[in-house]
């Protein structure tokens, strides 16, 4: 299993929109991929679920993979995301 | 691809859902909508929501998201003038339409069969917002 912390400095924290392309970014990896932060857990192939977790400014992420492209999975999440982290 | 149709009596409500999930699902997806009456009025038109079916039909299926009331009952009815062609490839969700309709068109655009995009959809009916 492989697992990365990141802190939603962005403005907005996990909102639809980016929720929407982190959920079609996982869903092409096989590995099992999960979301933690705001004291709840998410599939991150579940747009809904990652909604519900209610990630907003400042708030941390931890992303966890676990499979045969855990490895792929969160290096393409976490280029996603800091993507995101440098528009603000 | 799943397709997806919206059902409302309002149609500045069901063209408005579409844009919303449309936003976020894969360009290639099929989302029409099927709001109001034939002249623009509230209402809902089997006849209307027969052609948004077979607009939004492919060999995988289509996934429909109303509002309340008689949507439902125009749905099943446009269903049932298209049950000898599409038979069980179309559902309806039960679901709350703004939600199920995101829900459900993404995901309709990572592949996921007509019964995962149902799933996906009713999985908005436990959605807390606060």
Redesign the interface.
């Known amino acids: 299993m492989v697992e990365i912390k990141l802190i939603m400095t962005n403005k907005l924290g996990l909102h639809a929109r980016p929720a929407a392309e982190f959920t079609k970014l996982a869903a092409r990896f096989k590995s099992k991929i999960t979301l933690e932060g705001n004291g709840k857990t998410a599939d991150a192939k579940s747009l809904l679920m990652i909604l519900t977790m209610g990630i907003r400014q400042g708030g941390e992420l931890t992303v966890k993979a676990d499979g045969p492209d855990e490895i792929e999975s969160i290096e393409a999440l976490k280029n996603l995301v800091e993507g995101w982290l440098k528009e603000g | 691809m799943v397709g997806i149709v919206i059902v409302s009596h309002s149609m500045k409500l069901a063209e408005g859902v579409k844009d919303l999930a449309e ?4 360009q290639q997806l099929k989302i029409i909508a099927a709001g109001g009456m034939e002249d623009g009025g509230i209402g809902t038109d089997a006849m209307k929501i027969c052609r948004a079916l077979q607009a939004a039909n492919s060999a995988d299926g289509v996934v429909v998201l109303a509002d309340l009331g008689s949507a439902i009952l125009s749905a099943q009815t446009a269903m049932e003038l298209l049950d000898e062609e599409y038979g069980s490839l179309i559902s309806i969700a039960d679901a709350p339409i703004v ?1 199920g309709a ?2 459900a068109a ?2 309709a ?3 996921g069969t007509l019964t995962e995009v149902i799933h ?1 959809a009713e ?2 009916r436990g ?2 917002k606060l």
């Open positions: 936003q976020m699902a894969d939600e995101i829900s993404i995901q655009s990572i592949g996906a999985e908005a959605l807390l």
